[in-house]
């Protein structure tokens, strides 16, 4: 620090005792002896001080020293030492870390590197001068620019994006210091790339192209790939960069095969697994499986997915993935994340999907790598994010596979008395949806869910599903045992959601599933109580929305088989107990909570708490495609529950309507014909102008040759009267003068002819004109008289609303009284549950 003073005060002078000056002062003097010192070592000198300061005077010395330094990169360009500290200044002013020095200065603030980087990015051409410097070889200089540069982006980052853009051959210098021999460099270049290429896919396809893949996999190599240190992150993280949400680079990524060289870096050895997991190794392995999960995403183009897919069923990638889930000593959240990449890879695809079926777990008996994973989702001792991806495989691995679906519903049929003993996916699904745990209930909920996915069929098949009871009672059905625990006060709030996304999606065109759950005692009676309860909890809104979309399920989806529980008495059910209005609005509660929101977003469940487990992907994007039908249905009843219709009118009003409809009718036919007729007026009227214009045409050029033959003529018979006044005429000149004089009045005849005919075609035009003014009125005045008879209908129709509401209030008095085809009665809490047991029966 003594050295550091003594060589100010060479630079600055010495002071007069007793008087220490500001920091501000010293800035300026240093600034000062930049701007005016004509010596190179002066400046140098001053340039080094002022890097010695602006760690500590930052403000200071951005405020005052920028234009200077500037100043000194674009004039002494050919000093590498000057150059190398007025970066390292320029740098130590515009980053947004906070130095050590500045703790105690009360002047800085948080973002003060961000207003310096303002200040210098508003010239433009200051960036250009600094990217100039990136083709020096010092050392010193050529990474004081690369660090400058970063940290302008990491401020600044899509105004710094738009300046290298510009900057001439800018992406191209940055990439080839890529291969500079000195690893400092190659890692501080690793670090702008990351920044440089945050969310612009335009540098992104230019990094890609200019030989990114092949240098960051040399890199990876080098370093000693997975096992390798910050490094390889780097390298992976830049890679990610790259790949993500840009589907050009990704097609390029695959066509490269670059996708065969990722596979082996998921090789675990032997040697490996008994070293154990380090922090770094970690790091690296999270990001090799974010870098997969970028090229098969749900969000990325179906093309691109489907071809990396089977590229990394062929190059053995997802057979590595499926060995680290079944290897022991593996951390959580590195298990968590393949797990979530096995789901994408095998996502809808059938040959993935039948490997991963095929995949069998290192136990004792072995079992089914998928029945393995859901022994974990039911498991409430596991991990929260462990169990969500868990479930997020198992739907991928039944997205679109209904061999996999069946095969998951027939575990729940068994068809001898052997297969009991073996733990199947029904079992484990029906064992965590009749727990004690609530979030298991959903986790089972959904997964069931799930397996009856655009599958009527399976919605058929899982309604002879039996459960044995207790004390040899009679079996009872999977649907019946749901509305059961539905129904049961201390069923969580969770878990009836989950049963009610289950009950929801198994309804939906499934007439068998609504009269099932019709005929289950009590059912209607719990919806109908749940839609009239005035809770005012955002949940238990929540629970009466999809209450409301199961029971306008049950209409909408209702084959009228069970009497007394038919759509029209559903509907007069909900009018005269719920209202139509009250019904409505609770329907709409599912899509105004926020939970659905979330589910909406993307087919991955992510929950940072279990709270939040709510809503599922794809129960949103049934309730999204039936809402709307579901309330236009129920609001399509009037008060005695009949659907509005025709047939409902009274004899008179029907007959008033079919008049006034047979009315309309013949006047949309009289529309019809008269815009017909005026179509071929106006196609006829076309070819009338087109055959004018030719006539037009041809009179011009009869006109032109007339007049020419006119001039011949008058010119021949000058000449005969000059050679007449000497000789005779000749025989052969009156010849030929008589055969001009002919031609001539045949010209003149046809003339004559072609303009009669021109005139006929201008009366028969205009008459043709007339006809169509005159269609076109009277097309007017039809509309004008179909708007008035639609006035007057409307008209009528009110008044026949009115005197059928008169007649109501006269003749028959509204009842308040429930219908007798509906029970009342709750079934109590403390009425003993069945018991789901491993075996099933037909």
Same mark, same amino acid.
């Given at each position: 620090?003594?050295?550091?003073?003594?060589?100010?005060?060479t630079?600055?002078?010495?002071t007069?005792?007793?008087?220490?000056?500001?920091?501000?002062e010293?800035?300026?003097?240093?600034?000062?002896?930049?701007?005016?010192s004509?010596?190179?070592?002066?400046?140098?000198?001053?340039?080094?001080?002022?890097?010695?300061?602006?760690?500590?005077?930052?403000?200071?010395?951005?405020?005052q020293?920028m234009?200077?330094?500037?100043?000194?990169l674009?004039?002494?360009?050919?000093?590498?030492?000057?150059?190398?500290?007025?970066?390292?200044?320029?740098?130590?002013?515009?980053?947004?870390?906070?130095?050590?020095?500045?703790?105690?200065?009360?002047?800085?603030?948080?973002?003060?590197?961000?207003?310096?980087?303002e200040?210098?990015?508003?010239?433009?051409?200051?960036?250009?001068?600094?990217?100039?410097?990136?083709?020096?070889?010092?050392?010193?200089?050529?990474?004081?620019?690369?660090?400058?540069?970063?940290?302008?982006?990491?401020?600044?980052?899509?105004?710094?994006?738009?300046?290298?853009?510009?900057?001439?051959?800018?992406v191209?210098?940055?990439?080839?210091?890529?291969?500079?021999?000195?690893?400092v460099?190659r890692?501080?270049?690793?670090?702008?790339?990351?920044?440089?290429?945050?969310?612009?896919?335009?540098?992104?396809?230019i990094?890609?192209?200019?030989?990114?893949?092949?240098?960051?996999?040399?890199?990876?190599?080098?370093?000693?790939?997975?096992?390798?240190?910050?490094?390889?992150?780097?390298?992976?993280?830049?890679?990610?960069?790259?790949l993500?949400?840009?589907?050009?680079?990704?097609?390029?990524?695959?066509?490269g095969?670059?996708?065969?060289?990722?596979?082996?870096?998921?090789?675990?050895?032997?040697?490996?697994?008994e070293?154990?997991?380090? %922090?770094?190794?970690?790091?690296?392995?999270?990001?090799?499986?974010q870098?997969?999960?970028?090229?098969?995403? %749900?969000?990325n183009?179906?093309?691109?997915?489907?071809?990396?897919?089977?590229?990394?069923?062929?190059s053995?990638?997802?057979?590595?993935?499926?060995?680290?889930?079944?290897?022991?000593?593996?951390?959580?959240?590195?298990l968590?994340?393949?797990?979530?990449?096995?789901?994408?890879v095998?996502?809808?695809?059938?040959?993935?999907?039948?490997?991963?079926?095929?995949?069998?777990?290192?136990?004792?008996?072995?079992?089914?790598?998928?029945?393995?994973?859901?022994m974990?989702?039911?498991?409430?001792?596991?991990?929260?994010?462990?169990?969500?991806?868990?479930?997020?495989?198992?739907?991928?691995?039944?997205?679109?596979?209904?061999?996999?679906?069946?095969?998951?519903?027939q575990?729940?049929? %068994?068809?001898?008395?052997?297969?009991?003993?073996?733990?199947?996916?029904?079992?484990?699904?029906?064992?965590?949806?009749?727990?004690?745990?609530?979030?298991?209930?959903?986790?089972s909920?959904?997964?069931?869910?799930?397996?009856?996915?655009?599958?009527?069929?399976?919605?058929?098949?899982?309604?002879?599903?039996?459960?044995?009871t207790?004390?040899?009672?009679?079996?009872?059905?999977?649907?019946?045992?749901?509305?059961?625990l539905?129904?049961?006060?201390?069923?969580?709030?969770?878990s009836?959601?989950?049963?009610?996304?289950?009950?929801?999606?198994?309804?939906?065109?499934?007439?068998?599933?609504?009269?099932?759950?019709?005929?289950?005692?009590?059912?209607?009676?719990?919806?109908?109580?749940?839609l009239?309860?005035?809770?005012?909890?955002?949940?238990e809104?929540?629970?009466?929305?999809?209450?409301?979309?199961l029971?306008?399920l049950?209409?909408?989806?209702?084959?009228?088989?069970?009497?007394?529980?038919?759509?029209?008495?559903?509907?007069?059910?909900?009018?005269?107990?719920i209202?139509?209005?009250?019904?409505?609005?609770?329907?709409?509660?599912?899509s105004?909570?926020?939970?659905?929101?979330?589910?909406?977003?993307?087919?991955?469940?992510?929950?940072?708490?279990?709270?939040?487990?709510?809503?599922?992907?794809?129960?949103?994007?049934?309730?999204?495609?039936?809402?709307?039908?579901?309330?236009?249905?129920?609001?399509?009843?009037?008060v005695?529950?009949?659907?509005?219709?025709?047939?409902?009118?009274?004899?008179?009003?029907?007959?008033?309507?079919?008049q006034?409809k047979?009315?309309?009718?013949?006047?949309?036919?009289?529309?019809?014909?008269?815009?017909?007729?005026?179509?071929?007026?106006?196609?006829?009227?076309?070819?009338?102008?087109?055959?004018?214009?030719?006539?037009?045409?041809?009179?011009?050029?009869?006109?032109?040759?007339?007049?020419?033959l006119?001039?011949?003529?008058?010119?021949?018979?000058?000449?005969?009267?000059?050679?007449?006044?000497?000789?005779?005429?000749?025989p052969?000149?009156?010849?030929?003068?008589?055969?001009?004089r002919?031609?001539?009045?045949?010209?003149f005849?046809?003339?004559?002819?072609?303009?009669?005919?021109?005139?006929?075609?201008?009366?028969?035009?205009?008459?043709?004109?007339?006809?169509?003014?005159?269609?076109?009125?009277?097309?007017?005045?039809?509309?004008k008289?179909?708007?008035?008879?639609?006035?007057?209908l409307?008209?009528?129709?009110?008044?026949?609303?009115?005197?059928?509401?008169?007649?109501?209030?006269?003749?028959?008095?509204?009842?308040?009284?429930?219908?007798?085809?509906?029970?009342?009665?709750?079934?109590?809490?403390?009425?003993?549950?069945?018991?789901?047991?491993?075996?099933?029966?037909?």
């Amino acid at each position: 620090m003594e050295f550091l003073k003594s060589g100010i005060k060479t630079v600055l002078g010495g002071t007069e005792p007793g008087q220490q000056p500001s920091a501000a002062e010293t800035v300026e003097k240093l600034v000062d002896r930049v701007y005016s010192s004509t010596l190179l070592e002066d400046r140098r000198d001053a340039c080094r001080a002022l890097k010695a300061l602006s760690r500590k005077y930052r403000i200071e010395v951005g405020a005052q020293g920028m234009p200077p330094l500037v100043q000194v990169l674009q004039n002494d360009g050919q000093d590498a030492e000057i150059i190398s500290y007025a970066l390292d200044t320029l740098c130590n002013v515009v980053t947004s870390e906070e130095f050590d020095e500045e703790a105690d200065n009360p002047t800085v603030s948080v973002n003060v590197g961000e207003q310096f980087t303002e200040m210098f990015i508003k010239t433009p051409e200051h960036v250009t001068v600094v990217m100039g410097y990136l083709d020096e070889y010092d050392f010193r200089v050529r990474r004081a620019a690369i660090q400058l540069i970063t940290s302008l982006i990491s401020n600044k980052t899509r105004e710094l994006q738009d300046l290298v853009l510009v900057s001439p051959m800018g992406v191209s210098k940055l990439m080839d210091l890529l291969t500079d021999s000195r690893e400092v460099i190659r890692n501080d270049v690793l670090l702008l790339l990351i920044e440089l290429t945050k969310g612009n896919s335009n540098i992104q396809k230019i990094v890609a192209f200019e030989n990114a893949f092949d240098r960051l996999f040399e890199i990876v190599r080098e370093e000693g790939c997975s096992d390798g240190g910050i490094v390889v992150e780097d390298c992976l993280i830049l890679l990610l960069n790259l790949l993500k949400n840009n589907s050009s680079n990704q097609q390029f990524f695959k066509e490269g095969s670059y996708i065969q060289k990722l596979a082996p870096m998921f090789e675990l050895s032997q040697d490996a697994e008994e070293a154990g997991w380090s %922090p770094q190794k970690v790091s690296n392995f999270h990001c090799l499986l974010q870098v997969v999960r970028a090229l098969v995403t %749900p969000s990325n183009q179906q093309q691109v997915v489907t071809a990396c897919q089977r590229v990394m069923q062929k190059s053995r990638l997802l057979h590595a993935l499926c060995e680290i889930l079944m290897s022991s000593g593996v951390p959580a959240d590195i298990l968590t994340e393949t797990i979530n990449a096995v789901a994408e890879v095998v996502r809808g695809d059938r040959d993935n999907q039948d490997d991963l079926g095929r995949v069998m777990a290192p136990s004792s008996p072995p079992r089914p790598a998928i029945v393995v994973l859901l022994m974990s989702m039911i498991n409430e001792k596991q991990l929260l994010a462990l169990r969500c991806a868990v479930l997020y495989c198992f739907e991928c691995f039944l997205y679109r596979n209904a061999d996999g679906q069946r095969a998951v519903v027939q575990t729940l049929l %068994p068809s001898s008395a052997s297969d009991v003993s073996a733990l199947s996916t029904g079992q484990l699904l029906c064992t965590g949806l009749f727990s004690t745990d609530a979030l298991a209930n959903w986790f089972s909920a959904v997964a069931l869910m799930h397996s009856l996915v655009e599958n009527v069929a399976l919605k058929e098949e899982l309604l002879r599903v039996l459960l044995a009871t207790p004390g040899g009672q009679r079996p009872i059905t999977l649907l019946e045992q749901c509305t059961n625990l539905m129904q049961q006060e201390r069923y969580r709030l969770q878990s009836k959601v989950g049963l009610l996304m289950l009950l929801s999606l198994w309804l939906a065109h499934c007439p068998g599933a609504v009269k099932a759950l019709l005929e289950t005692q009590g059912t209607m009676a719990y919806l109908t109580a749940q839609l009239c309860s005035n809770e005012h909890d955002e949940r238990e809104f929540l629970v009466q929305g999809m209450c409301a979309f199961l029971m306008g399920l049950c209409i909408q989806f209702n084959d009228n088989s069970l009497p007394g529980q038919k759509r029209e008495d559903i509907s007069q059910l909900i009018i005269k107990r719920i209202g139509q209005e009250s019904f409505c609005s609770k329907l709409a509660e599912v899509s105004r909570h926020e939970a659905y929101s979330r589910a909406c977003k993307q087919a991955q469940i992510r929950a940072k708490s279990a709270g939040e487990l709510l809503l599922d992907y794809e129960y949103c994007k049934l309730y999204k495609g039936l809402e709307a039908l579901i309330a236009k249905l129920v609001s399509g009843f009037d008060v005695d529950g009949i659907e509005l219709t025709e047939l409902t009118l009274s004899s008179e009003a029907s007959a008033l309507v079919s008049q006034y409809k047979g009315i309309i009718r013949g006047m949309d036919a009289q529309i019809q014909a008269l815009q017909q007729s005026s179509k071929e007026l106006e196609q006829e009227n076309a070819e009338l102008k087109e055959k004018l214009g030719e006539e037009q045409s041809l009179k011009a050029q009869l006109s032109d040759q007339n007049t020419l033959l006119k001039a011949q003529l008058g010119a021949s018979a000058g000449q005969q009267a000059q050679a007449g006044q000497g000789a005779e005429t000749t025989p052969a000149n009156q010849e030929e003068l008589n055969a001009a004089r002919y031609q001539a009045n045949m010209y003149f005849a046809e003339n004559i002819r072609l303009t009669k005919e021109l005139e006929t075609l201008r009366q028969q035009f205009s008459a043709e004109k007339q006809r169509a003014d005159a269609a076109q009125e009277s097309l007017a005045a039809t509309q004008k008289d179909q708007e008035d008879l639609l006035e007057l209908l409307a008209d009528q129709e009110a008044k026949l609303t009115r005197y059928e509401e008169a007649a109501t209030t006269v003749s028959f008095p509204t009842s308040n009284q429930a219908p007798s085809g509906i029970a009342a009665a709750v079934p109590s809490p403390d009425e003993e549950s069945p018991i789901p047991s491993g075996t099933a029966s037909r």
